[in-house]
């Protein structure tokens, strides 16, 4: 139980899309996580988040240390701010995990990390468009009057698929205007989506195992997972915490600079 003077860690990862939050525990585990759209005023979802981790006994007393990462990292008022690919990388080495190549599919942007023994080697952004990403599935899913569920109940009814090619989101939507035309069932024309989404992933860079999945379109359309593993032939799992893998990261960083540099403590 935490003093009401102790320090107390949010990690904060601010999306193009939501805004993840997570309180670290025991054993670099979540002892609780929060999630929200993100709107217009990231210092007005800081107030929001604080206020429903007090109101859930998650954090006591005033003493509350930010880490943040994410699009919107440099809005707000923090201890420490990083970019999302360390603190992607801090999130698996704190998890435990080594050795692996991590695939984050976020809303805005897709990054493949190469992790070995722990360091960061390489990574690789995707191309300044929105294929590849949730927002090119939010997108689709619009057009088709769908919500997230269906789409992966659908897309679990066929093992087979109706490729699509196009590169632009925009483009993507005529494309499957053609493909209603044409009478394509909708079990293979969204694991043609997902497909499409892996399709871009592997155009990025190598994926070489082990390798993990990680993000909100990951934790929320489990099919991607399966068509990684189906369609690319990648013996991908899913990573801890997918959603707030980046949060927990910077959560723990900031945990660890407050106690080495303000406190001067060995750990």
Do not use: W
């Amino acid at each position: 139980m935490n003093k009401s003077d102790d320090p107390q860690f949010i990690g904060l990862d601010l999306g193009s899309s939501y805004i993840k939050a997570v309180v670290p525990g025991a054993a670099n585990q979540p002892a609780a996580t929060f999630l929200l759209r993100t709107g217009y005023s990231y210092s007005g979802a800081l107030s929001e988040i604080t206020a429903h981790f007090k109101h859930n006994g998650a954090i006591v007393g005033d003493n509350v240390q930010i880490g943040v990462t994410g699009y919107g990292r440099d809005q707000c008022d923090a201890l420490v701010r990083k970019t999302e690919i360390f603190a992607l990388a801090e999130g698996m080495k704190r998890s435990g995990i080594f050795d692996a190549t991590l695939v984050d599919i976020g809303g805005q942007d897709s990054k493949v990390l190469k992790i070995r023994q722990g360091k960061l080697i390489d990574h690789a952004l995707n191309r300044r468009c929105a294929a590849g990403t949730g927002s090119y599935l939010e997108f689709l899913s619009f057009r088709l009057n769908m919500d997230v569920t269906e789409m992966n109940r659908l897309a679990g009814m066929e093992s087979d698929y109706h490729p699509l090619n196009s590169f632009c989101t925009v483009f993507a939507g005529t494309e499957i205007l053609d493909c209603i035309k044409k009478q394509i069932s909708l079990p293979k024309l969204i694991r043609g989506m997902y497909a499409s989404v892996a399709e871009r992933v592997r155009e990025m860079t190598s994926l070489e195992a082990p390798v993990y999945l990680s993000g909100g379109v990951t934790a929320h359309h489990p099919q991607l997972l399966d068509v990684f593993k189906t369609i690319l032939g990648v013996d991908a799992v899913q990573a801890p915490h997918p959603q707030y893998l980046a949060a927990l990261g910077i959560a723990l960083h900031a945990k660890e600079h407050y106690t080495h540099v303000i406190k001067g403590e060995n750990i």
